[in-house]
């Protein structure tokens, strides 16, 4: 197996609230939700760079497809990182994730390790940390 990602598929509660989210609130580019004319088979992906992809899927379909039990939400079972340029910019993406609906869980700060950081959650209560690291910077 080689070490990549390509695609990031994130179980949700209600997909058009979490479509609006990402599409009107974060700005993230998409066709919209697709695959609607199957059992299971309603999914948005969001184009990230590097051709990377979120999806978003009902968590009963996730669920389904991979043949485990649906379980109860857990904020803590993983985050999603969003590095950025500068501490301005961690400053700006979560105050455009708050407008979007987010909960802010950490406000911006400047962090033990050196960076600047924040995070929220989405609507589904996904955890994400928006940071600056001085020493790794975002691939454009």
């Known amino acids: 197996m080689k070490p990549r990602i390509t695609i990031i598929t994130i179980g949700v509660d209600d997909l058009d609230r979490s479509l609006r989210f990402y599409r009107d609130g ?3 580019p998409t066709r919209g939700i697709v695959g609607t004319e199957y ?5 948005a992906f969001f184009d990230l760079t590097n051709g990377q992809k979120l999806a978003i899927w009902g968590r ?3 669920a389904h497809e991979a043949k485990v039990s649906l379980g109860p939400r857990s904020a803590t079972e993983f985050s999603l990182g969003h590095n950025v340029g500068s501490k301005a910019e961690v400053d700006a993406v979560i105050g455009q994730a708050h407008r979007a609906g987010a909960t802010i869980t950490d406000p911006p700060h400047e962090a033990f390790w050196g960076g600047y950081t924040g995070s929220f959650q989405d609507p589904d209560g996904h955890l994400w940390e928006v940071a600056w690291n001085p020493d790794m910077y975002p691939a454009e």
Not at 39 to 43: P, R
């Open 60 to 62: 009963r379909d996730l």
């Open 26 to 28: 974060l700005g993230f």
């Open 39 to 43: 059992e299971h088979g309603a999914v």
